[in-house]
């Protein structure tokens, strides 16, 4: 059973950084469809980055050009390296993966597969 473990967020000042990391509990390849998701309170769980079915990644417009998502495939761990943090970027952030498609989603819902969530706070 795939379990996946994030780790890597914490506290910030605004301008700062921090790389998530996300792998399965048993150290094994889990999809080509994974991608990271953030939950703020109130608010609904939305797409931060990902990568699509041919190997390119996509990003969310508040976070390109500042957020790089990355895998290292012989270490079964994907990476979300986020540069200039803003208090806006604040929520809990989830890695996920789709095992059920070939074609990689940008609907929440085609992500079977959850971690328990890392949070990831920035200060003004």
């Known amino acids: 059973q795939v379990v996946l473990l994030e780790s890597g967020g914490g506290s910030v000042q605004a301008g700062g950084s921090l790389r998530l990391s996300c792998r399965d509990a048993?150290?094994?390849?889990?999809?080509?469809?994974m991608g990271w998701f953030r939950q703020a309170p109130g608010q609904e769980r939305e797409g931060v980055a990902r990568f699509q079915s041919d190997g390119t990644t996509t990003y969310a417009d508040s976070v390109k050009g500042r957020f790089t998502i990355s895998r290292d495939n012989a270490r079964s761990t994907l990476y979300l390296q986020m540069n200039s943090l803003k208090p806006e970027d604040t929520a809990m952030y989830y890695c996920a993966a789709d095992t059920a498609h070939l074609i990689c989603s940008e609907d929440v819902q085609r992500y079977n597969i959850w971690g328990q969530g890392t949070q990831v706070t920035v200060s003004s």
């Open positions: 048993g150290n094994r390849y889990v999809s080509s469809c």
